[in-house]
Every structure is written in structure tokens, then in C-alpha cells.
């Protein structure tokens, strides 16, 4: 065995340092995504029975609060949520700073959540409606449930903004340069 191997950190660990990296990849991708629109294309519902980047993101933080706070102790599907009102606009109380306080809110809870959890605090079952699952599992569940709303709300924000969309990943056209340098990058 050598040292590296010795020293080398546990797949749990590496589970552990990639979800936390990859939660945060989802959330920065949404916000690039939620900064280029304004409050018009937030609210704008794209078709009948579609859901505005406001419900999206209304959604998103909604199952965060829920999911995240008390997460190795509490069913992850708190009382006090109430999904269905999640995909209602509250034309009153609503409001674009008020839905990305709340937002802010979700994510800081799965910050929070996520910051003292261990190797082996995956295999620990938490709950979420009733359901039991490993931590592990939990964790990849709401990665997947994130990717897939952070892919419709960069597809919505995207529309909105047409041709002047700013891309969040290798620009058109230019995948051959971005793989050259990679490889150049990685060869080093």
C-alpha cells in the first residue's frame, strides 16, 4: 500500500465532497440563468399548464425548507409545507425579491444540512413522506429533483432572452477550441 493510499480520502468522503460541489454547481448555474431575465420573463407563464421561472423557483425553495431543516432528525416533508401552493403565484405576496429571499432561505438550509455530515452518517436512514432512505440516497434523490428544475429554469430564462442569451456552458461552435485546452490544462 502506498502512502497515497493511505492517506487517500474514503469513498464517503468523496461522495460527500462531490454532492456539496455539485449542489452548489446547481445553484450557481440558476442564479447565471435567473440574472439574466427581468422581473417580467420571471413572472411570465410560457404556455397553459407550464409553470413561470417564479414557480420554479418558488417550488425549488419551498422543497428545500422542507427537505433541508432538521434533516437528519425530521421527516422531510414538513407539515408546514404546503406544495400544492408552491406552483400558485400569490400575486400579493409574491414578489421577485420575496421569492429569491426564499430561495436564499432553501439553499442556506441545505448549506446548513449538508456542512456536519460524515462517511458515515450515509448509511443513516432519514424519512422523507413516511418513506425511509439512506442519507446517500436522499442525497442523490434531491440532486436529481434540483437538476431537472434547473434545467427548466435555464431553458425558460434562456427563451425569454433569445438571441441575447449569455451561455452558461461552452459556447456554440466552440467545443473543439474548449476541448483543446482542457486537454492541454489536464496534460500539464
Not at 2 to 16: C, E, H, N, Y
Not at 41 to 50: D, G, K, L, Q
Not at 114 to 121: C, I, S, T, V
Request: glycine share 4%.
Amino acid at each position: 500500500m502506498s502512502d497515497s493510499d493511505r492517506t487517500a480520502p474514503g469513498a464517503g468522503a468523496v461522495f460527500l465532497e462531490l454532492a456539496r460541489a455539485e449542489f452548489k454547481k446547481l445553484r450557481a448555474h440558476a442564479e447565471a440563468a435567473l440574472a439574466q431575465v427581468d422581473d417580467a420573463a420571471f413572472f411570465r407563464v410560457p404556455a397553459a399548464e407550464a409553470n413561470s421561472i417564479a414557480l420554479v423557483v418558488k417550488h425549488i425553495a419551498g422543497n428545500a425548507r422542507s427537505r433541508w431543516t432538521n434533516f437528519l432528525t425530521e421527516d422531510g416533508e414538513k407539515p408546514t409545507r404546503h406544495r400544492d401552493t408552491e406552483f400558485e403565484l400569490d400575486v400579493a405576496a409574491d414578489s421577485r425579491p420575496v421569492l429569491m429571499a426564499a430561495w436564499q432561505a432553501g439553499w442556506h438550509a441545505l448549506e446548513e444540512a449538508l456542512a456536519p455530515l460524515r462517511p458515515e452518517d450515509l448509511l443513516r436512514e432519514v424519512t422523507i413522506r413516511r418513506e425511509p432512505h439512506r442519507v446517500m440516497h436522499a442525497l442523490t434523490r434531491q440532486l436529481t429533483h434540483y437538476a431537472g428544475h434547473v434545467g427548466q429554469i435555464v431553458l425558460l430564462c434562456k427563451l425569454e432572452r433569445g438571441a441575447e442569451w449569455r451561455t452558461l456552458s461552452v459556447p456554440r461552435g466552440e467545443s473543439e477550441t474548449f476541448n483543446a485546452k482542457m486537454e492541454q490544462r489536464h496534460r500539464a
